[in-house]
């Protein structure tokens, strides 16, 4: 299959629709720095024919009224066109955001598809009627799920396919009708996404897909016919969709920054941790939301652990993402390379000491290049340690017992993944217990697409994946039946 770098056109119920005006998104390759595309840029009007269409499919199509089954069809259908195209998608994301493409591989290429076919099941397996005994009076009580409605999905650029199909494949299970939003960084990804619903003949109007800048967001996100928003993005986007969607008494989800720990026990092995930290730390060149960037060792053996994550970082392959063999590409965009070096410089400014890494690599003179870097001599009191960076930077800070690795852990506005290292799963699984978190790994970190993945505090509200993924898009009705 060939990829048009050009789009001039939205996909709304079920086909292709000129946009409302002649305003336009370059797409800029992270690693020549040279516009590889572009994409239109919507208006409010071509919003509002969105969510029509959407409320439309919903209301009137027959969506929400098809039994579970015969949505299931209709996601597998979809499922198997995503899997053609999954190359084409992977490769797509590398380009536009820098992504290593053995990791979008799997991320933007597999993954999506499994997530379709795993709602899918799902939605076959859940019941949409059950019977409960009714009390205190004697009785039965039906409880039923109903779909929500008109879906707003506003997705991110560091993995913008999968994290739209967070949204999208329980969305469309449920009965719901979804307008998806990509980043305009990360929109021609989106396009083969909706090939792939025209492939499959998925029904007019229950995906549509809108690009547009925070304006457009903002609009989609009070439109007064979308009954639902779900988002992945920073907090601070997120703090003000939640106010919107309060102000509006509406159902929202939002999966937002973190902070996360890396517990390192006395008792772990100094080869496993690093080479485990190298994904659990640096994934996607950092860009990841749960990355574990505060990595807590205990002070009696402090410099050997930083010796020893210095070492790892600075051994970390980086260069052109499309290589195999890389595992740290360029960071997505311009203005994100430059702030993840503002804080390289506020790190030092506070007093940090840099032991490998620090700026642009010397070797590479294009692209949005960070490198790897470890900054010691800071407590967790510092910019760079509260702060989420959201690129290739750790900062290794020492503990002197368990309680007090806990507590520095605990101590951050966000809550959304982390880790612990040790030799002795079951003390693991007890510190896990013990870390204010919605998500946690012992020796490893990754994410179950049938458990749910969400954050506390700052991180966010609600949760996606798993049966609450699918729930999150579901209204309780409860019928009352006398004796």
């Known amino acids: 299959m060939s990829i048009d770098p050009v789009r001039t056109s939205f996909f709304i119920d079920g086909g292709w629709r000129e946009p409302s005006n002649a305003s336009?998104?370059?797409?800029?390759?992270?690693?020549?720095?040279?516009?590889?595309?572009?994409?239109?840029?919507a208006g409010t009007a071509d919003v509002d024919a969105a969510v029509d269409?959407?409320?439309?499919?919903?209301?009137?199509?027959?969506?929400?009224?098809?039994?579970?089954?015969?949505r299931a069809k209709h996601l597998r259908r979809f499922a198997d066109e995503l899997e053609a195209r999954a190359e084409d998608r992977a490769t797509t994301v590398t380009a536009e955001n820098g992504m290593p493409i053995a990791l979008a591989r799997f991320a933007e290429g597999a993954a999506p598809v499994q997530l379709l076919r795993y709602y899918a099941d799902l939605v076959e397996s859940t019941p949409v009627e059950e019977q409960r005994t009714s009390q205190p009076l004697p009785g039965t009580t039906l409880v039923r799920r109903e779909p929500i409605g008109v879906v707003a999905a506003i997705a991110p650029w560091n993995f913008p396919?999968?994290?739209?199909?967070?949204?999208?494949?329980?969305?469309?299970?449920?009965?719901?009708?979804?307008?998806?939003?990509?980043?305009?960084?990360?929109?021609?990804?989106?396009?083969?996404?909706?090939?792939?619903?025209?492939?499959?003949?998925?029904?007019?109007?229950?995906?549509?897909?809108?690009?547009?800048?925070?304006?457009?967001?903002?609009?989609?996100?009070?439109?007064?016919?979308?009954?639902?928003?779900?988002?992945?993005?920073?907090?601070?986007?997120?703090?003000?969709?939640?106010?919107?969607?309060?102000?509006?008494?509406?159902?929202?989800?939002?999966?937002?920054?973190g902070k996360s720990a890396a517990l390192v026990l006395d008792?772990?092995?100094?080869?496993?941790?690093?080479?485990?930290?190298?994904?659990?730390?640096?994934?996607?060149?950092?860009?990841?939301?749960?990355?574990?960037?505060?990595?807590?060792?205990?002070g009696n053996n402090y410099d050997t652990w930083l010796d020893a994550i210095s070492a790892m970082s600075s051994a970390l392959p980086i260069g052109d993402p499309m290589d195999e063999s890389i595992a740290i590409?360029?960071?997505?965009?311009?203005?994100?390379?430059?702030?993840?070096l503002s804080l390289i410089d506020r790190g030092r400014s506070e007093g940090g000491r840099v032991t490998t890494g620090g700026g642009r690599p010397a070797d590479i003179d294009r692209g949005f290049f960070v490198e790897p870097t470890v900054f010691a001599g800071v407590d967790n009191s510092a910019t760079i340690a509260r702060e989420e960076v959201f690129g290739p930077v750790l900062t290794v800070l020492r503990y002197d017992d368990l309680d007090e690795a806990i507590a520095l852990a605990n101590d951050s506005s966000y809550g959304l993944g982390g880790t612990v290292w040790t030799s002795d799963q079951e003390r693991g699984v007890d510190?896990?217990?013990r870390i204010e978190t919605g998500s946690f790994g012992v020796?490893?970190?990754?994410?179950?697409?049938?458990?749910?993945?969400?954050?506390?505090?700052?991180?966010?509200?609600?949760?996606?994946?798993?049966?609450?993924?699918?729930?999150?898009y579901q209204n309780l009705k409860s019928i009352f039946l006398p004796a």
């Open 267 to 298: 008792d772990a092995d100094i080869e496993q941790t690093v080479s485990g930290l190298a994904t659990a730390s640096l994934l996607n060149t950092g860009q990841t939301c749960y990355m574990s960037t505060r990595i807590l060792v205990p």
């Open 431 to 433: 510190v896990a217990r």
């Open 161 to 257: 396919a999968v994290l739209s199909m967070f949204k999208i494949a329980p969305a469309l299970a449920a009965g719901c009708t979804v307008v998806l939003k990509p980043s305009p960084e990360t929109s021609l990804d989106a396009y083969i996404l909706a090939e792939a619903a025209i492939a499959a003949e998925l029904p007019a109007g229950v995906l549509n897909v809108v690009n547009g800048g925070s304006d457009i967001g903002q609009y989609l996100v009070a439109h007064p016919h979308v009954d639902k928003v779900a988002f992945t993005g920073s907090t601070a986007a997120g703090r003000e969709i939640g106010r919107v969607c309060g102000e509006l008494i509406r159902p929202v989800t939002l999966e937002l920054g």
């Open 443 to 472: 020796n490893y970190f990754n994410l179950d697409w049938g458990s749910p993945f969400g954050g506390v505090k700052s991180s966010g509200i609600g949760r996606e994946l798993g049966p609450e993924g699918l729930a999150a």
């Open 329 to 340: 590409g360029p960071l997505a965009s311009r203005r994100h390379r430059d702030r993840v």
């Open 24 to 41: 336009t998104f370059p797409v800029i390759s992270p690693l020549t720095e040279e516009e590889i595309g572009s994409v239109p840029a």
């Open 53 to 70: 269409a959407a409320r439309t499919a919903f209301r009137r199509s027959g969506w929400r009224d098809l039994e579970p089954s015969e």
